[in-house]
Each structure stands twice: as C-alpha cells, then as structure tokens.
C-alpha cells in the first residue's frame, strides 16, 4: 500500500462529459503529481502541485485543469472528453520534487 | 528540455537469462530513481542513486549511476517470471525554475518460462 488514494478506480462515460478524478496524497507529502498512461505507454506528465501551489506542467491540454485544495487532496478534470482520452490516470505524491514518488493505484477512464 | 532516454523499448527473455536496461540524461542529474510497474499494476519505486559511480544491490538486481551521473543501469541476473514489467528510470530536472522529475518512457520486460 503507497498511502496514495484514487477515486473511482473505473469511470466509464461518453464523449463531450466532463469527468473529477480525486487524489489523496500520502500522509506528509506536499508535492501531488497526475499522470497519463494510455495502453502500454509509458506516463505522460500532466501537473505538479506543491502545497496548494502549480509547480510545473506537462503536456496537459486546456480542457484538463487541477488544483492541490489546503488539505492537500488534489483532483483532476477533465472536461469535453474524447476517446483518445481513454487510459489510465495516476496520482502521485512526495515530500519533494527530487524525492521518489509514490503512485495510487490510479483511475480508469473509459470513453464511450 | 532535459530527456531522459531508455533502451530497449522492449526486451523479451527466457527465464533465467540475465537482462539489463540502459538510462541516459543530457544533463547531469542530481539523483536517479529506479520503478517498476507490473502489468496491471501502478508504478513502484525500487531505488535512488544519487552518488557518481554508485552501485546498489537488491538481490538479484544491480543498479548501477554513471561516473558522470548522465547515465544508469539497471540489470538482473537469472530473470524469473516474477520479474515481468515495465522498468523505469526518472531523474530531477530544472524547468522554469521549478524541479520536476522526468520519467523515462520505460522497458518492458517479459519472460519467458
């Protein structure tokens, strides 16, 4: 067990929807990251958060947007889905931007 | 940016046979991080090297960072089913002021019992 929680582990939805991953982070870590994997891809960085703050981006497209709340929960949304949109997407956490990360179990989104 | 290279993409082995995978930065890294995700599963994190020239051992996986620390290795010896997976390699790096660490895009390993 990471220490790191995802809900829902599966989401199934249609296109156009607009979907709320949720993510707790391990108790301690300040910094919460989102990733994508699509089918046997390697993870694709979307965003950091570091204590309530945007630390970095990755290749995150403009109808996804996050934010990390005070108490440090993080949630990711993904708005006018399309099935490309379809994969894998896993939360981590650390107690710094150098520091290893720990992976929740992540969330399955399936677009229909 | 900074990228962070694996080869091989995919590497497929009879049991028992040794396999390494190969890591390398443009830049120097401060520190290398070692995971393994297996099929189904999320990725987990095995190990950090942060010395130039370090080598860690755990069991029969060697992981080993470059003198220059631009580079890593990780290999295991007499590979067995439950090795199956997709291994990755990350490194901190600088952007826009912030650090963040990059991932390599992996190896897949499978076994072949």
């Known amino acids: 067990d990471s220490g790191v929680t995802q809900t829902p582990k599966h989401l199934i939805t249609a296109t156009g929807q607009r979907v709320t991953l949720r993510c707790s982070p391990r108790?301690?870590?300040?910094?919460v990251y989102w990733y994508q994997q699509s089918l046997d891809q390697g993870l694709q960085f979307l965003i950091q958060y570091y204590n309530g703050e945007e630390r970095a981006k990755g290749n995150i497209l403009e109808r996804f947007s996050a934010q990390q709340f005070p108490d440090l929960h993080s949630e990711l949304n993904l708005s006018s889905l399309e099935l490309g949109d379809s994969a894998l997407y896993f939360c981590a956490s650390s107690q710094g931007a150098r520091q290893p990360q720990h992976f929740g179990d992540g969330t399955r989104l399936s677009i229909l | 940016g900074q990228q962070v290279m694996q080869i091989p993409q995919y590497q497929h082995v009879q049991e028992g046979e040794d396999f390494t995978t190969y890591c390398n930065s443009s830049?120097?890294?401060?520190?290398i991080q070692w995971y393994k995700q297996r099929p189904g599963g999320h990725p987990v994190f095995l190990i950090q090297l942060v010395k130039s020239g370090e080598v860690k051992k755990q069991k029969r996986l060697t992981f080993q960072f470059g003198e220059a620390k631009k580079n890593s290795s990780l290999h295991i010896t007499a590979t067995q089913t439950t090795d199956v997976g997709t291994y990755f390699c990350a490194g901190p790096t600088l952007q826009g002021g912030s650090e963040k660490l990059v991932f390599g895009k992996g190896t897949k390993l499978t076994v072949n019992p």
């Open positions: 830049t120097t890294l401060s520190n």
């Open positions: 108790s301690g870590d300040l910094s």
